[in-house]
C-alpha cells in the first residue's frame, strides 16, 4: 500500500514540516478531499513512497567497501534501492524515488529505465567547478525523471530550502588511476502561489547539489564515510563509534585480531590501507550490531571485476541503459586532483 509522500514515523523524531507535509496529503488522498479549485485541468493526487536510512562506505586497499541500512521513515516505506549506473559505479536512492499517481496501478520508480543523457545540458550548468560535466550529465538524467513527478504537487509543502526531496549517493573507482570516489547528489524543491486559482502551488525541482565524500582533502585522515536520509537523523555514525571505542566494536576486535588490525587502521584515519577481506568480513560482523534489526545490504566494488554483493537485496538491481554515443574518453565523475 502506498502511502501519502512524506509520511515519516514521529517515533524516529522526523522533522515537524515533514509531518505537516503527512498529514496535508493524508487528508487529501484518504478522505478525498478537494486538493485544489475544480477545473477540467484538474489532475490525481500524486503520492510517493519515501526510502530512508544509512549508506556507509569503507575504502579498503584496492576495494570499495559500501552497505545501506533501511531505517524507515514512514510505515510502508519502500527500502533504499541500489542501481547499476556504469561498469564502475552505483547509485543508493535515498527519498522520494517510488511514486504513484492513485488512477494507475504501476508506480514510477526512478531506478528502473534510467538512461544517461548524452553531454551537458546548458539548462542546468551551475558556476564553473561546482561539479565535473560527467556528474551534471547524471544529475540532469535523474532531473528530467523528476520534474513531470514534482510539478504535480499543488499544496504549500513546508519545507526548509535545505531538506532534499530526493537524494542519490554515488559510489565506484573512476578509470585513469583517478581511484575510489564518493559523492552525495541531493535535489531540493521550491514553490510558487498561482494567484488566480486559489491556494493551488507550482512545484518545482530544483537542480541538484553535489557533496563529494571520499576522497579526502589532501592530507586528511581517511575513514568510513557515511550519509543519512533524512538528513536529520540522528545518532553516531560508524566512524564515531569506532574512535569513540565502542564496547560492541572493541569486542568485534578483541575476537579475532584480523579484525583488531582492521580497527588500527580505522582509528588511525588509514582506512585505505586496510586489508580487502578482512574489511568485509568486519564489515559483515559489525553492520548487525549498528542496524538494530533493520534490513541491510552490503556489497564490494573492485575496479576489474565491478560489483559483488554479500548481502544482496531482496530486489535485483537494474542495470542503466548504456549511452551509446559516449566516447571512451569521456569525463568521469571524479575531479582531477590537484598537484
Same mark, same amino acid.
Given at each position: 500500500m502506498f502511502t501519502p509522500f512524506s509520511s515519516p514515523r514521529k517515533s524516529r523524531g522526523a522533522p515537524q514540516s515533514w509531518r505537516r507535509l503527512s498529514l496535508l496529503l493524508l487528508l487529501c488522498f484518504v478522505a478525498a478531499l478537494p486538493c485544489f479549485p475544480q477545473s477540467q485541468d484538474r489532475e490525481d493526487e500524486i503520492v510517493a513512497n519515501l526510502a530512508g536510512g544509512r549508506a556507509i562506505v569503507h575504502v579498503a586497499r584496492d576495494v570499495i567497501i559500501f552497505a545501506a541500512i533501511d531505517n524507515p521513515v514512514e510505515k510502508n516505506s519502500i527500502p533504499p534501492r541500489v542501481l547499476d549506473l556504469d561498469a564502475t559505479h552505483i547509485g543508493i536512492l535515498f527519498g522520494a524515488s517510488e511514486w504513484r499517481i492513485p488512477a494507475d496501478p504501476k508506480p514510477v520508480r526512478l531506478d528502473r529505465n534510467f538512461q544517461r543523457v548524452s553531454g551537458r545540458d546548458p539548462r542546468y550548468q551551475g558556476p564553473t567547478g561546482e561539479a565535473e560535466s560527467d556528474l551534471e550529465t547524471l544529475g540532469t538524467a535523474f532531473l528530467e525523471k523528476l520534474r513531470p513527478l514534482v /510539478?504535480?504537487?499543488?499544496?504549500?509543502?513546508?519545507? /526548509?530550502? $535545505?531538506?532534499?526531496?530526493?537524494?542519490?549517493?554515488?559510489?565506484?573507482?573512476?578509470?585513469?588511476?583517478?581511484?575510489?570516489?564518493?559523492?552525495? *547528489?541531493?535535489?531540493?524543491?521550491?514553490?510558487?502561489?498561482?494567484?488566480?486559482? +486559489?491556494?493551488?502551488?507550482?512545484?518545482?525541482?530544483?537542480?541538484?547539489?553535489? #557533496?563529494?565524500?571520499?576522497?579526502?582533502?589532501?592530507?586528511?585522515?581517511?575513514?568510513?564515510?557515511? #550519509?543519512?536520509?533524512?538528513?536529520?537523523?540522528?545518532?553516531?555514525?560508524?566512524?564515531?563509534?569506532?574512535?569513540?571505542?565502542?564496547?560492541?566494536?572493541?569486542?568485534?576486535?578483541?575476537?579475532?585480531?584480523?579484525?583488531?588490525?582492521?580497527?588500527?587502521?580505522?582509528?588511525?584515519?588509514?582506512?585505505?590501507?586496510?586489508?580487502?577481506? $578482512?574489511?568485509?568480513?568486519? *564489515?559483515?560482523?559489525?553492520?548487525?550490531?549498528?542496524?538494530? +534489526?533493520?534490513?541491510?545490504?552490503?556489497?564490494?566494488?573492485?575496479?576489474?571485476?565491478?560489483?559483488?554483493?554479500?548481502?544482496p537485496p531482496q530486489e535485483p538491481v537494474e542495470k542503466v541503459e548504456q549511452d551509446k554515443n559516449r566516447p571512451p574518453d569521456a569525463p568521469t565523475l571524479r575531479r582531477i586532483p590537484k598537484p
Open positions: /510539478s504535480q504537487l499543488h499544496h504549500k509543502l513546508d519545507f /526548509s530550502p $535545505d531538506e532534499p526531496i530526493f537524494q542519490v549517493v554515488i559510489i565506484g573507482d573512476a578509470p585513469n588511476d583517478y581511484g575510489p570516489e564518493v559523492w552525495v *547528489m541531493e535535489y531540493r524543491i521550491e514553490q510558487e502561489l498561482i494567484a488566480t486559482r +486559489g491556494d493551488y502551488w507550482q512545484t518545482r525541482i530544483l537542480r541538484p547539489r553535489f #557533496t563529494q565524500l571520499y576522497p579526502p582533502e589532501k592530507h586528511a585522515a581517511h575513514v568510513i564515510v557515511e #550519509t543519512r536520509y533524512p538528513p536529520e537523523e540522528k545518532g553516531p555514525t560508524l566512524a564515531e563509534l569506532i574512535q569513540g571505542n565502542d564496547p560492541r566494536i572493541t569486542h568485534l576486535g578483541s575476537g579475532e585480531q584480523r579484525f583488531s588490525k582492521v580497527l588500527d587502521s580505522l582509528r588511525a584515519g588509514q582506512a585505505q590501507k586496510a586489508v580487502p577481506l $578482512d574489511s568485509a568480513d568486519f *564489515m559483515r560482523a559489525v553492520l548487525p550490531l549498528i542496524a538494530d +534489526g533493520a534490513p541491510f545490504i552490503l556489497g564490494t566494488m573492485e575496479e576489474r571485476r565491478g560489483l559483488d554483493w554479500i548481502v
